[in-house]
């Protein structure tokens, strides 16, 4: 039985990167402050009886009546809720992009299952901007676009930080906690957008489609106006090891398709895919994981990613990577995080 408790509203991203470790426990004790800055204890604020992270369901994007307009260009047109002006943007946000301008961003085309496969196309993201929102859905996205954005800043910071350690010493630990639901909201946003724009296509030149049984109208009213998504679709981290070079620094978004039918899709950041999936995938992945923790063999220390969700009962995911001391984690082929060691629970 899980019992209740109150739930506080987060809508954003927090970082204690000055946490220290305690064999007690994985992330903030209980007793300690809450990394939300509200200066309650992390126990009656948004740390659950289970070891997990707890917040208020966000609010809605747009709230209030539609406007009844269906602007023809905008992708969100299905809501009846549009404006008449258009924007111009990439469907990656431009703080997102700047994380990953360093490095080697694609989005990769194919794959007729979930699990990865070796062919794909890759394509440069710079060359998808396009005209795809009107003024009103895409303002209404900023604040997912900065959730993202900070989220995955912070998850290249640890990724760095572990993988750059000499032979002595420790990384220092960190602890992120970021609203579960917007991350979410996010990647189907990414997903959704990258349909829209058409630059797509499949090898065999059919156009994308959601699969069957996904309509705009339903993914517009769960993007925009806060409806639930139905049961077992949403947010996924695979946690099959990741066979192959991972280049810890390295973006990529996959799309999954049978046929024309696109079933899911994910962005892999940090050498860790986070996947939107229309039914549950057929590789083990977590839905919706409560915590995700990053060790390094020969460490004590840990970095871990807290996703609030409205609910508890959430799965954590501990990811441990096999890189020794002294190893050197950019050199490819980098086999970096290699082992997710599944169903240990935290602070027990
Ligand atoms: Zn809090
Ligand atoms: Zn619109």
């Known amino acids: 039985m899980i019992p209740t408790m109150t739930l506080r509203p987060f809508e954003r991203v927090a970082r204690d990167t000055t946490i220290t470790r305690n064999p007690r426990f994985f992330g903030p004790e209980p ?26 369901r ?51 085309i194919g794959g007729t299952t979930w699990i990865p496969a070796g062919e794909s196309r ?9 005209k795809i929102l009107c003024a009103r859905h895409n303002h209404a996205l900023s604040p997912l676009d900065n959730v993202a954005g900070q989220y995955f800043e912070a998850m290249r910071l640890d990724a760095k930080s572990m993988m750059s350690q000499g032979r002595k010493g420790e990384f220092p630990c960190a602890f992120t906690m970021i609203c579960g639901p917007m991350l979410e909201l996010w ?22 489609r959601f699969r ?3 309509t705009t109208a339903q993914l517009t009213d769960i993007l925009w106006r806060g409806q639930e ?11 099959t090891p990741v066979t192959g070079p991972t280049r810890m ?15 899911g899709g994910g962005v892999m950041i940090a050498g860790l895919e986070y996947l939107i999936a229309f039914e549950p995938p057929n590789l083990p992945a977590i839905h919706r994981p409560a915590v995700i923790t990053f060790q390094r063999r020969g460490y004590k220390n840990w970095k871990m990613a807290a996703l609030c969700w409205p609910e508890q009962g959430h799965l954590p995911i501990n990811v441990v990577s096999q890189r020794g001391r002294g190893e050197d984690s950019y050199s490819p082929p980098d086999d970096s ?5 599944l169903g240990r629970r935290f602070g027990r």
């Open 249 to 263: 620094l390295s973006t990529h978004i996959r799309f999954v398709s049978v046929g024309p039918e696109i079933l």
């Open 337 to 341: 995080v290699g082992v997710v060691d």
């Open 122 to 130: 890759a394509v440069g993201i710079n060359a998808l901007t396009s």
């Open 31 to 56: 007793d300690h402050y809450c990394p939300c800055g509200s200066r309650r204890k992390a126990r009656s604020c948004h740390r659950a009886a289970d070891h997990s992270w707890v917040a208020e």
């Open 212 to 214: 069957l049984g996904v």
């Open 58 to 108: 966000p609010r809605p994007l747009i709230t209030g009546e539609r406007t009844g307009y269906a602007n023809p260009n905008c992708y969100g047109r299905a809501g009846n809720d549009c404006s008449k002006s258009m924007t111009r943007e990439h469907f990656i946000s431009a703080h997102v992009l700047q994380q990953i301008r360093a490095d080697d961003a694609t989005i990769e």
């Open 187 to 208: 990647l189907l946003k990414v997903l959704f957008g990258a349909v829209a724009t058409e630059s797509i296509r499949l090898a065999d030149g059919a156009a994308y």
């Open 229 to 239: 998504w139905p049961s077992r679709w949403g947010l996924y981290v695979p946690t």
